[in-house]
């Protein structure tokens, strides 16, 4: 049972168009994170937030925006959808008070098809 | 800078013999390494961890290897099976920062 959800699964949107993708997790997580990964690549950290109104820009440069409002969300958008924006978009949260180790919780990912 | 990488892009192996899955790093200051597994589809999903004071892990059917010296983390799958065909990918985290670093996955196919 997924403790970290993601919305939707799958999404194709021409270009121009403003997106939001949905990431709640369950599990009371301070940490949350965002990751764009093509298919099989690595994983490049896109957004980041400590807590509920902190937000930090990553390692790779995105032209997406994060919100986080509530601890349990944490919703990516983009104004204004381009091709160069097709590819996987991973959630993830973490909180080494809650488990015992540092490690990621991730969500199943939305696949951003920009046409 | 950080990095983090992988020895071999693909590896194939046939059904319930052991995988090998290698992972050199950079940063001599990490100090916590992690191995996660990626189904088609998936997101990553936790496979098991090791503290740079240990040098052995066991799980289930798994071990993670630190080598400090080289800078060199292992995953090893003993009987390998179908299900485990998948991307792995290793991840580092320094002492003090909160972001874990990834390499480049590999990608575990198990021929039956």
């Known amino acids: 049972e997924a403790d970290i959800y993601q919305t939707p699964r799958y999404l194709v949107i021409g270009t121009g168009k403003k997106i939001t993708l949905e990431c709640s997790q369950t599990?009371?997580?301070?940490?949350m994170y965002w990751y764009q990964q093509d298919p099989g690549m690595e994983l490049h950290l896109i957004h980041y937030?400590?807590?509920?109104?902190?937000?930090e820009k990553g390692d790779l440069s995105s032209e997406s925006t994060v919100s986080r409002i509530r601890t349990e969300h944490f919703p990516l958008t983009l104004e204004s959808a381009r091709p160069s924006h097709t590819s996987q978009y991973l959630c993830a949260s973490s909180d080494p008070r809650v488990k015992s180790n540092y490690g990621y919780t991730f969500g199943s990912g939305t696949r951003l098809t920009v046409v | 800078g950080e990095s983090v990488g992988l020895h071999l892009p693909t590896l194939s192996v046939q059904e319930g013999d052991n995988s090998i899955i290698n992972c050199a790093y950079s940063?001599?200051?990490?100090?916590?390494f992690i191995w996660y597994k990626q189904e088609s589809g998936k997101g990553p999903q936790f496979i098991i961890d090791?503290?740079?004071?240990?040098d052995k892990r066991q799980g289930q059917r798994v071990t993670v290897l630190l080598n400090k010296t080289v800078k060199h983390l292992s995953l090893q799958i003993a009987a390998t099976q179908p299900g485990d065909s998948a991307v792995y990918f290793c991840?580092?985290?320094?002492?003090?920062?909160?972001?874990?670093?990834f390499g480049k996955g590999t990608k575990l196919t198990v021929n039956p």
């Open positions: 090791i503290r740079s004071n240990m």
């Open positions: 599990m009371g997580h301070d940490k």
């Open positions: 991840a580092e985290n320094k002492s003090g920062s909160e972001k874990l670093v």
């Open positions: 940063n001599s200051a990490s100090d916590y």
């Open positions: 937030s400590y807590g509920v109104n902190s937000t």
